[in-house]
């Protein structure tokens, strides 16, 4: 005897070998022996054989028209065998009976089953809409696999022309754009951004860059509501001065001038003056609302995204040629010293006489040049005058640094500037140190540490970056962002708190309410000051920034890489010359390019080899070279030699975090970075790095990251 039953879902057929009680010992077609329950068993049958029946069984399953069948059926719940016997009449077998149970069991939109062997028809109504959905499914399927077809053969369909980029970063799985788009780039064992990138589907590797980071941190785009610039108090006193800024050519944000005035007994004044949007933005309007949102400018080559509106900028920025809002901190230096003799900070008007681009100052303002007192280009008397204080101020914290057991910074020579028009890059060498990025960063670190004095001073708490070693003193530095003052000893300042850049960083707007509350309020500043000790909405600006500020340095990296790479394939570079960083990184001379060449051998640092250009990828940000031939390879003379050469490299491989272009925060970096013992960046405070900016050499050690 045979029986035909249901396991586990799905039904089977096999040849009875015992039976005791309500259990059969069956044995199935393939050899496999089951214990069934009695219950389970819908047929009893002798011929066909097991494995025929089911054979025939699913052959006549298809042959049933379901619609007849359907109508065929009771309303009521019903046996199988009370419909096989309606639908096939008196003569039906086996066969027919498994057939009908395999038919409606394998459609649940006619049949639903209610039980072993017992089923009821649907309501006509759900039939009907049930049926519609199937035929949408149907056709559906069949447009998914024209668009399939057509982008396998590398044809973009009309229907994806404007829906690629979003098909590629945060797309709706469940839509048929995006599954055809996933089985045709499966089909042809590439990726889907490669698969859009061939079908033209988007215009480049760049556009698809771009539009991943906008899709994640500015989904809703990157204009700005309209919103009203607050107005200045009117009893804001106007200083006595004329100030001038020192930026890049491209810099439209800018935040800092700086002003000399000469006193009696060869004693000299000199203000840092700070853009003062503060003054016009309140904690919790519409402004500061956008600010925290953005909480920086986003920095990349050819663009930017500022974190404030146009208009506010334009209303705070230090532009040439009329009286500016601004805080100021004042220095009186005694100039035959260099020693700071008293400070004071003030909040007022200051009239800024120019912008200086170190484009144009860079070639004429050298060592040599301010030593000579040869040269002509405005404020070159201040200029002069700021020089020897900034040199001072560098040794008085390497001074402090050595006590913290670092040595000297290093100073790189050369730092790139990159130029987008439309797809054209030009990416030109600045050389770094120099006495107006010297001057910028010194008078720009004296800002940081005074101020962050001066919050500490009146117990107001403000947001400070510190850099301490843990366990030994020679132990690795650790940079965080807290709430407290704490020593910087990479800066080698006794507390540092980034005020210099309040139209760019959310963290210096803050800290520049607090400054302002301290000037205004004195020793009530702690009552009147936006944010109250403890308060918990100042760490949550703390967490929140340093997040943030590293993934917009990140994005930063990674399109300076791009840059890089579309340099090389825009001037058909077949061979380039390269030196060794250490062990199998080289860095290219013409542009700020760090590549990992796999089986580079030994070779020692700073040797130049000539490396020929194997394969550039723009989409996933890759390139690959190999060794050509040794150029010229560094003599080494001592062990002392190869130890400052490797403190040297370490400062320059760390990926510290970075988003903007000023010379400010160029500086503050090279500042930083030779402070740091290990390769990770910043970002929290379990990681090891430097602060502030880094350049592009140092950014793209791992650019995916």
């Known amino acids: 005897m045979n029986v035909f039953f249901e396991e586990s879902g799905s039904f089977k057929a096999g040849s009875v070998l015992s039976r005791q009680g309500d259990a059969f010992q069956v044995e199935l077609p393939g050899g496999r022996r089951a214990k069934v329950r009695a219950k389970d068993v819908l047929i009893e049958f002798e011929k066909p054989a097991a494995g025929e029946l089911m054979q025939q069984a699913d052959a006549a399953a298809q042959e049933i028209d379901l619609d007849f069948l359907w109508e065929c059926a009771p309303e009521e719940e019903f046996a199988f065998a009370t419909l096989a016997k309606e639908y096939y009449g008196e ?102 951004a490669r698969l859009m990138l061939d079908c033209g589907g988007i215009p480049s590797a760049r556009a698809l860059h771009e539009a991943r980071f906008l899709s994640e941190f500015f989904p809703h785009g990157t204009g700005f509501p309209p919103v009203t610039v607050g107005a200045v108090p009117d009893d804001l006193p106007e200083a006595e001065v004329e100030a001038f800024s020192i930026d890049d050519i491209t810099t439209t944000e800018i935040d800092d001038a700086f002003s000399v005035e000469h006193l009696a007994d060869g004693r000299v004044r000199i203000g840092v003056h700070i853009a003062a949007p503060a003054l016009g933005i309140e904690r919790g309007d519409a402004v500061d609302a956008i600010a925290r949102g953005r909480l920086s400018t986003v920095y990349m080559p050819g663009d930017k995204i500022t974190m404030l509106p146009d208009d506010v900028v334009e209303a705070f920025t230090l532009a040439e040629g009329g009286l500016r809002p601004a805080l100021s901190l004042y220095v009186i230096v005694n100039r035959e010293t260099q020693e700071i003799v008293a400070s004071e900070t003030r909040a007022e008007r200051v009239f800024v006489k120019h912008n200086l681009r170190h484009n144009t100052l860079d070639e004429l303002v050298t060592e040599e040049s301010l030593a000579a007192g040869t040269g002509e280009y405005p404020h070159k008397a201040d200029i002069a005058v700021l020089w020897p204080f900034a040199q001072a101020l560098f040794e008085k914290r390497q001074q402090a640094r050595a006590g913290y057991g670092l040595k000297r910074e290093v100073q790189r020579n050369t730092d790139f500037n990159f130029y987008v028009e439309g797809e054209h890059i030009t990416i030109t060498p600045r050389r770094r140190g120099s006495p107006l990025d010297t001057i910028v960063a010194e008078l720009a670190i004296l800002a940081n540490s005074s101020w962050g004095a001066f919050l500490h001073d009146h117990g107001v708490p403000g947001i400070y970056r510190s850099q301490r070693a843990f366990g030994a003193p020679t132990g690795p530095k650790r940079t965080r962002m807290q709430t407290s003052a704490a020593p910087h000893e990479g800066l080698g300042v006794a507390q540092y708190a980034w005020s210099t850049s309040p139209l760019r960083r959310y963290v210096d707007l803050v800290n520049q309410w607090q400054l302002l509350a301290c000037v205004q309020h004195g020793v009530t500043a702690k009552l009147a000051a936006p944010f109250k000790p403890k308060d918990a909405d100042l760490f949550a600006v703390v967490q929140g920034f340093d997040d943030t500020y590293t993934a917009y340095a990140d994005h930063q990296r990674r399109m300076e890489y791009f840059w890089c790479l579309r340099w090389l394939r825009q001037e058909e570079k077949k061979q380039v010359v390269a030196s060794v960083v250490k062990g199998d990184l080289v860095r290219l001379e013409e542009i700020p390019l760090l590549l990992h060449v796999p089986g580079l051998g030994v070779h020692a640092r700073g040797t130049r080899l000539l490396m020929e250009v194997m394969s550039l990828d723009e989409l996933t940000v890759e390139a690959s070279v190999r060794l050509l031939h040794v150029l010229d390879a560094p003599q080494v003379t001592s062990g ?36 740091a013992d290990a390769d990770e960046g910043v970002g929290n405070e379990d990681e090891t790095a430097g602060d502030a900016d880094a350049s592009p050499e140092q950014q793209m050690t791992e650019p995916g990251r």
């Open 91 to 192: 003569t039906f077998g086996a066969i027919e009976r498994a057939a009908l149970v395999l038919r409606m069991h394998g459609a649940p939109v006619y049949f639903r089953r209610k039980g072993r062997g017992q089923y009821q028809r649907a309501p006509q109504e759900q039939l009907q809409m049930a049926l519609a959905g199937l035929e949408r499914k149907r056709q559906q399927a069949l447009v998914q696999a024209g668009l399939e077809d057509e982008l396998k053969a590398g044809c973009l369909p009309e229907s994806l022309a404007n829906k690629a980029l979003g098909l590629l970063t945060k797309p709706d799985k469940n839509t048929i754009e995006y599954k055809a788009l996933e089985a045709a780039a499966a089909a042809r064992g590439i990726s889907m």
């Open 640 to 675: 002392t030699d190869t130890a400052e050469a490797d403190e040297a490299e370490e400062g320059e491989e760390e990926l510290i975090d970075a988003a903007d272009d000023s010379a400010e925060s160029e500086a503050e970096a090279r500042a930083e970075a030779d402070s």
